[in-house]
């Protein structure tokens, strides 16, 4: 049995319906800490759900998507009615690419700042006031990516860099109010 040492907490992990956040999800839940998953498909975000509950823990699914401001807002206001607070606020729905930069239109370079960049903004936003009341966590899924530049992933190396300096200077804004801030670089 997992040593439960986030028995009380309630965390929201975006990008949880598969992959790292449905991991991610798993392993806090047998921790102890009530989950709220997240994905804009209601379909699969639905059978995530089901299968952490089979196992006995206690979650909600909110299908929004992070891109837009509005869904993540609400996003929150559900998460604090269903559980009544939040305390871990993990970033980590996100998309991939691979195509050389000249390759690419404007409306895909949109499309990706868009999901890998706003959708850590948005939900850290809304989240923040809660985060900061509970002295909480917020931590962004980045990848090593976003450490060094790779052919044919430009955005995605610039996304993935831009959340480094976006968690750096989140640090040093809350760390004296409380908050941990961190960044998680992913492997291939």
Avoid: Q, W
């Avoid at 991991?23 to 639905?46: D, F, M, S, Y």
């Amino acid at each position: 049995m997992a040593k439960k040492d986030f028995e009380g907490k309630v965390a929201l992990i975006t990008g949880s319906s598969r992959g790292i956040g449905l991991a991610t999800a798993r392993e806090l839940a047998g921790r102890g800490a009530k989950i709220v998953l997240n994905a804009r498909g209601a379909g699969r975000l639905e059978e995530a759900k089901k299968s952490l509950d089979a196992d006995g823990y206690e979650t909600v699914a909110i299908p929004a998507d992070v891109v837009s401001a509005d869904a993540c807002r609400d996003m929150i206001a559900r998460t604090l009615d269903a559980f009544g607070r939040l305390d871990i606020l993990i970033n980590n729905a996100g998309v991939s690419m691979r195509s050389e930069f000249g390759d690419l239109d404007a409306e895909t370079c949109r499309s990706i700042v868009d999901i890998n960049l706003m959708g850590c903004i948005n939900p850290t936003l809304f989240a923040l006031p809660e985060i900061k009341k509970n002295c909480g966590s917020i931590v962004f899924t980045s990848s090593i990516a976003g450490l060094i530049g790779l052919p044919t992933a430009s955005l995605y190396c610039a996304t993935k860099s831009a959340l480094r300096g976006l968690s750096d200077s989140l640090r040093c804004e809350l760390e004296p109010e409380g908050v941990h801030v961190g960044i998680v670089y992913v492997g291939f």
